[in-house]
T-cell receptor
Framework: EAQVTQNPRYLITVTGKKLTVTCSQN?????MSWYRQDPGLGLRQIYY???????DKGDVPEGYKVSRKEKRNFPLILESPSPNQTSLYFC??????????????FGQGTRLTVV | DAKTTQPPSMDCAEGRAANLPCNHS???????VYWYRQIHSQGPQYIIH???NNETNEMASLIITEDRKSSTLILPHATLRDTAVYYC????????????????FGKGTKLTVNP
């Protein structure tokens, strides 16, 4: 089954304790990205990657890092989490298709609380 | 990307057609209309997309006006499981957009399907 898998689904952590949210897709997609969703602000893109070893900042990258060492994985790293990073996070993937537009597949989300 | 305008909420009776409107009066010639939905904080789910012709798939139909300034997503026989926030997104082909593939989610329409 084609899917994007995020782990963990729920996480409560303390300020300053480094954490990683994993994202894996099984569709051989080139493009992967991370979004955060906050009430009243909608979904905002954090980082994206167009292929292995190619990453770039989205709209709200501050406080986050990513890596793309393998095509299927795109972890989101919070080196020193702060309470304002409490949010619902989504990973997404899609193919980079030159001929037509295609759909994005989203993970089920990670609800992060930083206390 | 062109901005979209959607009603904040709509109600629909179970079994009836749900017609969700979207205005995108500043859409340009190379921009597609996409629809996604999000069921109760799950990951957004792709529904359908189109450029200028009407489109239909197993989930829904998309009607785009001739001037392309507005569109309507039709769920032909709404069920309780269709209760969700529906997002209309206008986006250019990723090549012309410089490859970011970013989806810009607005506030969407909260559709409630009633028994």
């Amino acid at each position: 089954e084609a899917q994007v898998t995020q782990n963990p689904r729920y996480l409560i952590t303390v300020t300053g304790k480094k954490l990683t949210v994993t994202c894996s897709q099984n569709m051989n997609h080139e493009y992967m990205s991370w979004y955060r969703q906050d009430p009243g602000l909608g979904l905002r893109q954090i980082y994206y990657s167009m292929n292995v070893e190619v990453t770039d900042k989205g709209d709200v990258p501050e406080g986050y890092k990513v890596s793309r060492k393998e095509k299927r994985n795109f972890p989101l790293i919070l080196e020193s989490p702060s309470p304002n990073q409490t949010s619902l996070y989504f990973c997404a993937s899609s193919p980079m298709n030159r001929d037509r537009n295609t759909e994005a597949f989203f993970g089920q989300g990670t609800r992060l609380t930083v206390v | 990307d062109a901005k979209t305008t959607q009603p904040p909420s709509m109600d629909c009776a179970e079994g009836r057609a749900a017609n969700l409107p979207c205005n995108h009066s500043t859409i340009s010639g190379n921009e597609y209309v996409y629809w996604y939905r999000q069921i109760h904080s799950q990951g957004p789910q792709y529904i359908i997309h189109g450029l200028k012709n009407n489109e239909t798939n197993e989930m829904a139909s998309l009607i785009i006006t001739e001037d392309r300034k507005s569109s309507t997503l039709i769920l032909p026989h709404a069920t309780l499981r269709d209760t969700a926030v529906y997002y209309c997104i206008v986006r250019a082909n990723h090549i012309t957009q410089g490859g970011s593939e970013k989806l810009v989610f607005g506030k969407g329409t909260k559709l409630t399907v009633n028994p």
